[in-house]
């Protein structure tokens, strides 16, 4: 229910002065960010790792796990300044996570690259802070690079993206920091919920409409 927005009176100079400390507020933030060394996560079992936030988790994760090379595809959080974040702390926007995920591939099978041509092909990459049915902050598009050459593959995409389309790409491309694992009952969440209604409207079609898309990527039986 929308709220009845109060009457209220300011002066020129409070605005002048609000303006001005949001706009120093987010060049800090970009200065900040461009700051940032990128972590470089080690490989397990000869897997390696990416991190990828496009919206709901439970859409995301699916998605990558049913591309060939992937082995396994984690909810979770990044991009925030918060420790330990929860489902609900991250749904109020404060602790500036995205819900993301952790993929664990093989590089012999799909390369980065190829993840991120995944990544742009399975969401609408015009919309701000959400996808679908989900908006806020907590389910805006990021792709996190972890070293000089994947930050370079990301702009380039982006960038051709961009000039294809005539549009504004909505993704950030942040250094990775840090992945936090979401709650245990998120984890393949559209596997074991298939009747969900969040699931059979929106996840499900998502999911079949970028397996459509790259038919040569996907699993067998998948």
Known sequence: MKRIPYIIVITISFVLVSCQSNGQSAKNKKETTENLIPVQVPSVDGLERAYFASGCFWCVEA?????????????????????????????????????????????????????????????????????????GSQYRSIIFYQNKEQKEIIEEKKEALSKKLNKRIAAEILPFQKFWKGEAYHQDYEKRNPNNPYIRNVSIPRLKKFQA????LIKENH
């Open 63 to 135: 998605i990558y796990e049913s591309v060939k090379g992937v082995k396994e595809s984690i909810s979770g959080y990044s991009g925030g300044h918060t420790e330990n974040p929860t489902y609900e702390a991250s749904n109020t926007g404060r602790t500036g996570h995205a819900e993301a995920v952790e993929i664990y591939y093989d590089p012999s099978i799909v390369s980065f690259e190829t993840l991120v041509d995944v990544y742009f092909g399975s969401q609408n990459v015009t919309q701000i802070n959400g996808q679908g049915p989900d908006h």
């Open 213 to 216: 898309k790259f038919p040569e």
